[in-house]
């Protein structure tokens, strides 16, 4: 345990000091990943106006604070992807990262971790511009800032481990590319990283239920900005912690035949 | 001593896809696929005790890699079996990744942004070094290496071979029992090399790690292996001391002649290599080195005689190309 919480702070300090390396890179990344959410806010808050001030119940500001938040929530879920997982097998690096006796995944989730830093110290100035610019409806309650902590935190942990089983196909497969892509599509859809899923027909709400991405996107951005109870707040936080468990376990049934598999090509 | 690295029957098959060039062949493979088994290991077998330094020599595409790879649980066997240190690589168990390292030319461990000592703790951490103990190993490669200079500065502005004498001290900070050391010289300059050849032999004798060595630079063979292990195309063609081998496969012997006199006509005592105005080089069968070499004191007016073996890449480039005893040329 020692071992390992020595491990994960180490890396998290290299990725710290990786990360400012290329800070003025990661400004320019952040500032194109918000046009996304920027974009997605103008169009519904307008659609809103048009029908008399609200659309689902959301008004424009309620909007703001749901894709400003939305910013925070896709910075910290950003994880090691599918395509990085194809090149580094592909190439042959992750030679190196198999001789190390920890497991790989370890290296993945501190390192990025660790960027998240970096990205959040990024964001702030951003977050108070769009926050003076489109004046958020935002009034958490306490237990709700501390319930969002987690919560993106969860976020994290299950995206991670998605895409980690997804990147793992690569060993079988070599490119894995086009996989991610649909995988990319159903996250978009069931999400709620398009449109607040209280949106969305109620057809892929129910299927949403039974599928991880919007614990990875709707409810960390709900638990800040819809008025919540403790008790359901609780419970989406322990559905994200079972959502984990279930990603944790596929990747280690997922990592046991696939390893098998790798060829070390390129070196 | 104790056998550390042992290998039965151990092979590593491919399974590739084949066709042939052009669209038409592109798109007849949509329906049917060929496949063709490439046997890049087949079935070698040796032993390597502790605290042994071990050449293993090959072509490209001998299967020295392959094995490494094998022994440090990169790749699975496809039958056979290796163990090193007692364990079976492909388990990977952390224990036995502790115990190891693979350091390969063409492949970097340290983080590329920042300056080495960064990756190295990070090295401490990953392997659980005891602080005092990275710090004495650190510092003691450090003075071995030469490297205080460099230390500090970000990986991507270090030369070709700063960066392997830092990878090679990476790679050995938490003084792994065995090393598997894949062209650990590649595109190295000439002090370069001799420093990490150095270095690598200062650490067998000091810690009594083992060694298994492949580089196409004969000069590391010969600097540090007692012993090598000869691959090609996936088979053993030798295993045994390196003047065993050269004896074993050179026939001939060169002797160099340095005489008094110019022009002079050496066709009937040997093979003439080269001429360098008085100094002849001869290649002469080695079972009758003796005869010539009397012969050519009595006849000519001698300055200077030495009767050498072939150079050692002569004799494996022998090897490789399917030689066998005897008929080694030079």
Not at chain 1, 93 to 116: C, E, Q
Not at chain 1, 221 to 234: D, N
Request: aromatic share 12%; hydrophobic share 45%; proline share 5%.
């Amino acid at each position: 345990m020692k071992h390992m919480f020595d491990y994960y702070l180490t890396t998290i300090k290299i990725a710290i000091q990786t990360q400012f390396q290329y800070r003025v890179m990661q400004y320019f990344y952040m500032i194109g990943m918000i046009a996304e959410p920027v974009i997605y806010l103008v169009v519904w808050s307008t659609i809103a106006v048009e029908q008399g001030g609200s659309v689902g119940g959301y008004t424009p500001r309620t909007f703001a604070a749901y894709y400003l938040v939305w910013t925070l929530v896709r910075n910290m879920n950003i994880v090691f992807t599918p395509y990085g997982w194809e090149n580094r097998i592909r190439s042959g690096w992750f030679s190196m990262d198999l001789l190390r006796p920890i497991h790989p995944l370890n290296n993945d989730v501190a390192f990025f971790a660790g960027m998240k830093v970096v990205m959040i110290i990024l964001w702030i100035p951003l977050g108070l511009f769009l926050s003076l610019w489109f004046k958020p409806d935002l009034h958490p309650a306490w237990y709700q800032v501390i319930g969002f902590f987690f919560a993106i935190w969860g976020a994290y942990l299950i995206r991670t481990m998605l895409l980690s089983v997804l990147g793992m196909i690569t060993f079988f497969t070599t490119r894995v590319g086009a996989i991610f892509e649909l995988f990319f599509a159903f996250e978009l859809v069931f999400s709620g990283r398009l449109v607040p899923m209280t949106l969305m027909p109620p057809m892929v709400q129910q299927v949403a239920a039974y599928l991880p991405f919007q614990w990875t996107f709707y409810f960390p951005i709900e638990v800040l900005v819809a008025p919540m109870t403790i008790q359901v707040m609780l419970r989406g936080l322990g559905i994200q912690l079972l959502w984990f468990c279930l990603g944790w376990v596929a990747a280690r049934i997922m990592w046991r035949f696939s390893v098998r598999q790798f060829s070390a090509v390129g070196g | 001593m104790s056998e550390i690295i042992i290998l039965n029957s151990l092979s590593k098959h491919f399974k590739v896809p084949v066709r042939e060039s052009g669209l038409k062949a592109s798109i007849g493979s949509l329906f049917k696929r060929e496949y063709r088994t490439i046997k890049a290991v087949d079935e070698i077998s040796f032993q390597i005790d502790q605290g042994e330094v071990v050449g293993f020599l090959g072509p490209n595409g001998a299967g020295k890699t392959t094995t490494l790879k094998m022994l440090s649980g990169l790749l699975y066997p496809t039958s056979g079996k290796g163990t090193v240190l007692g364990f079976v690589p492909s388990q990977r168990q952390s224990q036995f990744l502790s115990q190891i390292t693979l350091v390969m030319g063409n492949r970097q461990q340290l983080v590329w942004d920042l300056p080495a000592l960064d990756s190295f703790d990070l090295l401490r951490a990953i392997y659980s070094i005891p602080t005092q103990e990275f710090i004495r190993t650190r510092d003691e490669f450090i003075d071995l290496l030469e490297l205080k200079e460099l230390v500090n500065k970000p990986v991507r502005n270090l030369s070709l071979g700063e960066r392997m004498k830092m990878e090679i001290a990476g790679s050995l900070l938490h003084r792994p029992k065995v090393l598997f050391l894949d062209e650990p010289t590649l595109g190295l300059d000439v002090t370069m090399q001799r420093r990490i050849r150095a270095f690598v032999s200062e650490y067998n004798q000091r810690y009594g790690a083992t060694v298994l060595l492949t580089s196409h630079y004969m000069a590391d063979v010969e600097a540090l292996c007692k012993r090598v292990i000869v691959i090609h195309n996936g088979k053993l063609l030798f295993d045994g001391e390196l003047n065993s081998l050269v004896e074993q496969f050179a026939a001939f012997k060169t002797i160099g002649v340095t005489l008094q006199i110019e022009n002079a006509d050496l066709r009937k005592y040997g093979q003439a290599i080269s001429q360098d105005g008085t100094r002849y080089l001869l290649r002469v069968p080695k079972a009758d080195t003796a005869q010539v070499t009397a012969r050519l004191l009595a006849d000519l007016p001698v300055d200077d005689l030495n009767v050498e073996d072939p150079p050692i890449e002569d004799v494996i480039e022998q090897v490789f190309a399917g030689g066998k005893p005897g008929e080694v040329t030079v």
